[in-house]
């Protein structure tokens, strides 16, 4: 596992360095494109500007952590109710299936009439844009456990609450995991894309700010942190996920 993570910091590593030079070289459009320092230095800027933060940052910070949560808690109790009834399963895992077909960006002025102008509609739109994944994966999960730990859990007398926390999440959580993995990428996505047409703060409304105005070291500098932001997550779960793992090998 080390030295797949070394091969993998050094393809990115590389990748970066080729970009800084080609980018120095003027190999790439200067207009458009801008070395890799540049953006990082301009991403660090940003961070110590205690507006961006305040106005920025942790506005988009919050409502990916909130529609996130919600996503995630809100797919595992439908998730459940999927499992428990073959009938709800099978009439609605086609349209969770078509639910990404939905165009929820197209219906922001619908949130913003019921939930007016502020976070709420960004975190809304990001939960519905999330939830399915976590929907379907918990679904399948408790579909999916083997018959003979069910009857393991039944004949030591198990209530539905004991099986629910010893048996069906133990045996059920990559499947869950995956869900919320795949939840939290989604949730970054609608949040930011949202930010774009909806909102006036948020990096989203940065980086459309910028961009709208040719500022491409700004533009870059909040790409980087969306980019960085996506990463830490990812390895966040990562860990919890390696770490879960091994309590349950």
């Given at each position: 596992?080390?030295?797949?993570?070394?091969?993998?910091i050094?393809?990115?590593?590389?990748?970066?360095?080729?970009?800084e030079?080609?980018?120095?070289?003027?190999?790439l459009?200067p207009?458009?494109?801008?070395?890799?320092?540049?953006?990082?230095?301009?991403?660090?800027?940003?961070?110590?500007?205690?507006?961006?933060?305040?106005?920025?940052?942790?506005i988009?910070?919050m409502?990916?952590l909130?529609?996130?949560i919600?996503?995630?808690?809100?797919?595992?109790?439908?998730?459940?109710?999927?499992?428990r009834?073959?009938?709800?399963?099978?009439?609605?895992q086609?349209?969770?299936l078509?639910?990404?077909?939905?165009p929820?960006?197209?219906l922001?002025?619908?949130?913003?009439?019921?939930?007016?102008?502020?976070?709420?509609?960004?975190?809304?739109?990001?939960?519905?844009?999330a939830?399915?994944?976590?929907?379907?994966?918990?679904?399948?999960?408790?579909?999916?456990?083997?018959?003979?730990?069910?009857?393991?859990?039944?004949?030591?007398?198990?209530?539905?609450?004991?099986?629910?926390?010893h048996?069906?999440?133990?045996a059920a959580w990559?499947y869950?995991f995956?869900?919320?993995?795949?939840?939290a990428?989604?949730?970054?996505?609608?949040?930011i894309?949202t930010e774009f047409?909806?909102?006036?703060?948020g990096?989203g409304?940065?980086?459309?700010?910028?961009?709208n105005?040719?500022?491409?070291?700004?533009?870059?500098?909040?790409?980087?942190l969306?980019i960085?932001?996506?990463?830490l997550?990812?390895?966040v779960?990562?860990?919890?996920?390696?770490?879960?793992?091994?309590?349950?090998?």
């Amino acid at each position: 596992m080390r030295l797949h993570r070394v091969v993998q910091i050094m393809i990115v590593a590389s990748l970066l360095g080729l970009y800084e030079v080609a980018t120095r070289m003027n190999w790439l459009d200067p207009f458009t494109f801008i070395p890799f320092s540049t953006m990082f230095t301009n991403m660090i800027g940003n961070l110590g500007n205690p507006e961006y933060v305040t106005n920025h940052f942790g506005i988009t910070a919050m409502e990916i952590l909130a529609s996130f949560i919600g996503a995630m808690i809100f797919g595992i109790i439908f998730g459940i109710v999927l499992w428990r009834s073959d009938l709800a399963h099978h009439v609605l895992q086609p349209y969770l299936l078509l639910f990404y077909a939905i165009p929820f960006f197209a219906l922001y002025p619908i949130f913003i009439s019921i939930l007016g102008i502020g976070p709420l509609p960004v975190i809304m739109i990001g939960l519905l844009f999330a939830m399915p994944a976590v929907i379907s994966n918990t679904a399948i999960g408790f579909r999916e456990i083997r018959k003979v730990l069910v009857k393991v859990g039944e004949s030591c007398n198990l209530s539905f609450r004991q099986m629910l926390i010893h048996i069906y999440f133990p045996a059920a959580w990559p499947y869950i995991f995956t869900g919320v993995k795949l939840a939290a990428a989604y949730s970054i996505i609608g949040v930011i894309a949202t930010e774009f047409i909806l909102s006036s703060r948020g990096l989203g409304y940065t980086i459309s700010y910028a961009y709208n105005n040719f500022d491409m070291n700004g533009m870059y500098g909040s790409v980087l942190l969306v980019i960085v932001i996506a990463l830490l997550v990812n390895v966040v779960l990562g860990f919890i996920e390696a770490r879960v793992y091994r309590r349950n090998m």
